[in-house]
């Protein structure tokens, strides 16, 4: 049987802290290659090897491949897209090139399998906004959102065009308790849940009827490493999966936390610039091909998920 050798490119972000994790327990914690940018915090560093490595210098990922010859590789580097309006041009440069480069190396040293995330972002106004099909208008009206519709055109031709085995899925809103989230328009519906246990109350930069596509991070977890698990004649879809878990507005995420903490109070702040770029999402998926290609089903539905943020963040 092959040796599995993964770098995991970002590893101390919100997704990456968790991917480590999880892949270190299935393939042993010598052949995941912890990388990022930043010192990681204590459990990535004590579980497994770490490298300090920058997606947009070709010269040391050069030498990272040469060292590891992975199997597989995430690159899950990125600037998402709040912080991306700050700074766009930062965000085209680290999403676009990022993953040109990953994809170039991945050529080159002959890599089984490459994965890199996409989002809800890449839809826009113009999209069906319910049940968002895999195939529709994608106008994406954010540099995140342009960047990785365009990263997803180059997955699929680099599969197209050099065979390359290149998975990646449409991540909705994530929400986690273990690591920060990264600057993103979703990231309401995690602060939320830090400001009820701190103090009874959140101001939302999201307005009442704002719904948007989320998912617990355990569902995200698992589906990822079931799409990097399948079969690849199974894949249909090279460029990336609508991915969905469940969907909710501010109003109803706080009438669930009601159910734990019956006096949170939720309020407003107005004219916050993630409003923009949310009323341009969908507001619920169709992910029929993740569940048809690879049997894609979530578990975390809100009342569990809000269950489970709450005990774990009590902790
Ligand atoms: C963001 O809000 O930017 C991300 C995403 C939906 O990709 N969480």
């Not at 070709?58 to 899950?76: A, D, G, H, M, S």
């Not at 897209?81 to 080159?108: F, H, R, V, Y």
């Not at 690879?294 to 569990?304: M, V």
Request: hydrophobic share 40%; proline share 5%.
């Amino acid at each position: 049987m092959m040796i599995e050798k993964i770098l995991v490119l970002g590893s101390n972000g919100q997704i990456g802290t968790e991917l480590v994790t999880a892949l270190r327990k299935t393939y042993s914690e010598d052949n995941v290659i912890a990388c990022d940018i930043r010192r990681p915090d204590y459990d990535i560093k004590n579980s497994g090897p770490f490298e300090f490595v920058n997606v947009l210098e070709k010269e040391t990922l050069n030498t990272i491949f040469q060292k590891y010859k992975p199997t597989q590789v995430y690159l899950l580097a990125a600037l998402l897209s709040a912080t991306g309006e700050q700074n766009p041009k930062l965000a085209w440069d680290l999403n676009m090139n990022g993953l040109l480069n990953i994809l170039e190396l991945a050529i080159t040293y002959k890599t089984a399998k490459v994965y890199w995330p996409s989002s809800i972002a890449v839809f826009g106004p113009n999209s069906p906004k319910d049940q968002t099909p895999q195939f529709c208008v994608m106008d994406p009206n954010t540099v995140y959102g342009i960047s990785k519709l365009a990263g997803e055109r180059w997955c699929e031709y680099y599969h197209q065009k050099y065979g390359l085995d290149v998975r990646s899925i449409r991540y909705p809103g994530l929400i986690s308790w273990k690591a920060a989230p990264g600057g993103g328009t979703t990231d309401y519906a995690i602060h939320i849940f830090h400001d009820a246990l701190k103090k009874g109350s959140y101001a939302s930069f999201l307005n009442a009827a704002t719904e948007l596509p989320m998912m617990y991070m355990d569902d995200a977890i698992r589906g990822t490493i079931e799409l990097m698990d399948a079969e690849a004649g199974k894949i249909s879809i090279r460029s990336s999966y609508n991915f969905a878990g469940v969907s909710f507005t501010p109003e109803i995420l706080a009438a669930e936390i009601r159910k734990h903490i019956p006096d949170f109070k939720l309020t407003y702040t107005a004219n916050d610039p993630r409003q923009h770029i949310a009323d341009g999402w969908p507001r619920s998926i169709d992910d029929s091909y993740a569940a048809s290609d690879w049997n894609w089903k979530p578990e975390f539905d809100l009342a569990k998920l809000t269950t489970d943020m709450l005990k774990n963040l009590k902790k």
